[in-house]
């Protein structure tokens, strides 16, 4: 009897075995695939947007070096011009003519003066001190003539480029009267430009001159090479935003043109994963997948940063040593069966 009903239990044991085995087997399963969770780093970055304009050290403001009118304007706004190449033509003013006219006949004057008191003296007919005197009165009326033709009053003026440059901005008209002083025209070599970008404070305190940047113009997937020149230490009132000039190499942009930098702060440490491994919950939340067993196993985490496609995770249920999921992680709940796809088989789309 007691042999009958140890060998009732042994069956019904191995029977109950079997039904949970066949069980797991037919239980739906999550075709994925996977990648190694690996520590690391990537580059921290602060990304701005902005305009190229020229850098200060290379523009140069032409302005009336005395009071004139302008006679002829040679060039337009926005035109490349060549190093010698003539900008405009400037006429003396009616008043500037009647001055540099008084100032050679003082001139003249002057010289005839000198001319006699040097005979007299000779003759022992003025003193030393006389001949001083008109030989002074000489000289400084050659140095005003000689300043008034410097500054163009002793006839018509032709200014021209004193390198090759980018005409930025173009403020006379032709027949304006211009006092001496006045800006006429903006010049900037198309050599050095800066892209002038405006940063949130708390960003902005991470970057430092001789920081690294790659630039782009908006629309366009070529990058370049910059280099932080100056970072603002105070905050601009109308924008909010600190400003920041990136150095830029020449012949790649032009002025005016819009652009974004991604300028490289530091560098952010953590597990390094695929952008395609982090998933969003109902509530906004950031987690990912990881294989435990080939049972899914969902771990929150917070993205440190990120670079390209690729992320920087952080978070206390991260286990090195379990796979992280990629493709299907998002078919996945916590429990459920995976199976892993070939190394080398490519699926878009989980498959159950």
């Excluded at 909010?240 to 819009?258: N, Q, R, T, Y």
Aim: charged share 15%; with cysteine.
């Amino acid at each position: 009897m007691m042999n009958r009903f140890i060998l009732a239990a042994a069956v019904l044991a191995a029977w109950s075995g079997y039904a949970c085995a066949g069980t797991d087997a037919g239980a739906p399963s999550v075709l994925v695939t996977q990648t190694a969770l690996r520590q690391g780093s990537l580059p921290k970055t602060v990304q701005a947007y902005g305009v190229v304009q020229a850098s200060a050290s290379a523009s140069r403001t032409v302005a009336a070096s005395t009071s004139s009118v302008v006679q002829a304007i040679y060039v337009r706004e926005g035109e490349e011009v060549a190093a010698g190449a003539p900008l405009l033509q400037l006429m003396p003013s009616p008043e500037t003519a009647a001055a540099y006219s008084q100032a050679r006949s003082a001139f003249t004057v002057a010289q005839q003066l000198a001319a006699r008191t040097q005979t007299m003296f000779a003759q022992h007919l003025s003193t030393a001190q006389q001949l001083a005197d008109a030989q002074k009165a000489e000289s400084d009326a050659q140095a005003n003539l000689t300043a008034l033709k410097t500054q163009g009053a002793g006839g018509a003026q032709v200014l021209r480029a004193p390198f090759r440059a980018v005409v930025l901005h173009l403020s006379a008209t032709q027949g304006t009267l211009a006092s001496a002083g006045t800006s006429l025209l903006e010049l900037a070599s198309p050599e050095k430009a800066v892209l002038k970008v405006g940063v949130v404070p708390a960003q902005a305190m991470l970057v430092g001159s001789g920081n690294a940047a790659s630039v782009a113009a908006v629309g366009e997937d070529q990058r370049w090479p910059g280099t932080v020149v100056q970072r603002g230490s105070m905050i601009n009132p109308s924008t909010g935003l600190v400003p920041i000039e990136i150095a830029l190499p020449p012949g790649h942009f032009m002025p005016g043109e819009a652009a974004d930098a991604t300028i490289a702060v530091g560098q952010t440490q953590g597990y390094v994963v695929p952008h395609a491994a982090i998933l969003v919950n109902d509530h906004g939340g950031t987690y990912v997948v990881q294989d435990d067993a080939l049972k899914a196993r969902k771990v929150e985490v917070s993205v440190a940063g990120s670079h390209a496609d690729e992320d920087v995770i952080r978070g206390d249920g991260l286990n090195p040593k379990q796979p992280l999921v990629l493709s299907g992680n998002y078919q996945l709940d916590d429990g459920m069966l995976m199976r892993v796809a070939a190394q080398g088989a490519q699926s878009g789309k989980g498959e159950k």
